[in-house]
């Protein structure tokens, strides 16, 4: 089978090193940034193109949501599936006349961080049971947790994910912010990070929280208040603590 995939970013990068690890053979990666596709190329031995798009029988398309509709009318062939990566985005927003399909994988990407592929959560869907065949297939040489999930269902899936992983992030980066400001080196959080995120794999997440808001103390969340000069910062402290408290009625 002839694949090329479409994208020069994160997932792309991933896609192509994850199959590419297993022996599945990559004819070509296309986009429009020619140093990051050669980067890519130079890496993982695989042929780039900036202009000229090969034909295939899987066309795997690894851009921003946003670009995903134009992206797709680049691809002529009709005789040929079409799948993207997107979480939130309908199989019908694919543009053409081939047979349209997704292949999510819920993770995040960085180019420079590595990942255990085969632990990567892949959620398929297609228009006939031989492309989902084909994609279920292609996605369980590279991870060993393969699901079927309609749109409906994959979006509430990528709302998830952004509650678990982007909005957690942006606290990290928030907390180092604070840390920064007092010269305080963020490494030593680490082990709290890696405790607080280790605990939900045996206990469920509402009953691992900790902290001075489920402990109603008062007097600790007022001191914080003090403390923070940020008023974004603030603002984010007054609706975490406030979401807490609701949840656990304090």
């Known amino acids: 089978m002839q694949i090329v995939i479409i994208g020069s970013g994160n997932v792309a990068y991933h896609m192509a090193k994850a ?11 296309f986009g429009r ?31 921003s949501d946003n ?33 349209k399909a997704s292949f999510y994988p819920l993770q995040t990407f960085s180019r420079s ?3 255990e592929y085969e632990k990567i959560p892949f959620f398929i869907e297609a ?9 279920f297939g292609l996605a369980s040489q590279v991870s060993q947790n393969v699901m079927e999930s309609n749109h409906e269902k994959r979006k509430y899936i990528h709302l998830t994910a952004v509650f678990a992983c982007n909005f957690v992030n942006h606290l990290f980066s928030r907390a180092k912010e604070i840390s ?15 405790e607080t995120v280790q605990k939900i794999h045996e206990i469920e997440p509402k009953k691992a929280q900790t902290g001075p808001a489920v402990r109603n103390d008062l007097r600790v969340l007022e001191l914080h208040e003090q403390l923070i000069k940020d008023e974004e910062s603030l603002e984010i402290y007054k609706t975490m603590n406030h979401s807490i408290q609701k949840m656990y009625e304090l």
């Open 67 to 99: 670009a995903v509709e134009d992206v797709s009318k680049i691809i002529t062939e009709k005789d040929c599936l079409v799948a993207h990566t997107s979480g939130s985005l309908p199989k019908e927003i694919l543009s053409g006349s081939y047979r």
């Open 19 to 29: 199959f590419t690890q297993k022996g599945i053979s990559i004819a070509q990666i």
């Open 180 to 194: 920064d400001s007092q010269e305080i080196p963020f490494h030593y959080f680490l082990p709290l990070i890696d």
């Open 33 to 63: 940034n020619e140093k990051e596709l050669s980067k890519i190329s130079e890496e993982l031995n695989i042929a780039y193109s900036t202009g000229s798009l090969k034909d295939a029988d899987l066309y795997l398309i690894c851009v």
């Open 127 to 135: 228009e006939n049971e031989a492309d989902k065949e084909i994609l």
């Open 113 to 115: 961080k590595e990942l």
